[in-house]
């Protein structure tokens, strides 16, 4: 059974930096690519990174590139999303996806406000 479960989400001012992590498990995590989203009650769930099997490919859209940094640990079974220089419209809850498996995490909440 696939579970991801994400973690690290919280409270951050405008210009600060937090890490989300989620742990997979319930199959081959090292085989298969993996993503991060958001969603704002209201909108549409938006895609934010990509990362390849073996973390040596990545890609963002223009809205977080530069500022959003994902890596993966294979051995820990551990997908990453490092966020730096934070804006309020940051805010969301973020989801580490496996779309392999179609398969998401239950989110973890973002709050940037100062």
């Known amino acids: 059974q696939v579970q991801l479960v994400e973690s690290g989400g919280g409270l951050v001012q405008p210009g600060g930096s937090l890490r989300l992590s989620c742990a997979a498990s319930g199959f081959a995590f090292s085989s298969y690519a993996m993503n991060w989203y958001r969603q704002v009650p209201g909108k549409e769930r938006e895609w934010i990174a990509y990362?390849?099997?073996?973390?040596?490919?990545?890609i963002y859209p223009a809205s977080v590139k530069g500022r959003f940094t994902i890596s993966r640990d294979n051995s820990k079974k551990t997908l990453s999303l490092q966020m730096n220089s934070l804006k309020p419209e940051d805010t969301a809850v973020y989801y580490c996806?496996?779309?392999?498996?179609?398969?998401w995490g239950q989110g973890t909440q973002v709050t940037v406000s100062s």
């Open positions: 996806n496996a779309p392999h498996f179609n398969s």
């Open positions: 990362i390849d099997s073996i973390g040596g490919g990545t």
